[in-house]
């Protein structure tokens, strides 16, 4: 990711620490079909669920597994179905 970062900073996008979540939101990462890891499609989707662009990086920064993405995707489709 450190190579992905220098490489945007070369080409006047600066930031100061870079991780999957900015990919994935960018597209730059696991939605290929050359990608194997079912990640993007799932990031895509909670991205899509989420209310804002703050509330999907607030729970994206909270998630350390598959597992607690397949969860949090989960209670986000309940909430959208869910009628206010």
Do not use: C, W
């Not at 991780?19 to 939101?25: G, K, T």
């Not at 597209?27 to 990608?35: F, I, Q, W």
């Not at 990086?57 to 209670?75: F, G, N, P, W, Y």
């Amino acid at each position: 990711m450190e190579e992905k970062r220098k490489f945007l900073a070369e080409n006047g996008f600066y930031i100061r620490k870079i991780n999957q979540a900015y990919f994935a939101f960018h597209g730059l990462y696991g939605d290929t079909p050359a990608s194997s890891s079912p990640i993007g499609p799932k990031m895509l989707e909670l991205r899509r669920l989420s209310p804002s662009l703050g509330d999907f990086i607030r729970s994206v920064a909270e998630i350390t597994s598959e597992k607690e993405l397949d969860r949090l995707l989960a209670e986000r489709a309940v909430e959208s179905l869910t009628p206010p």
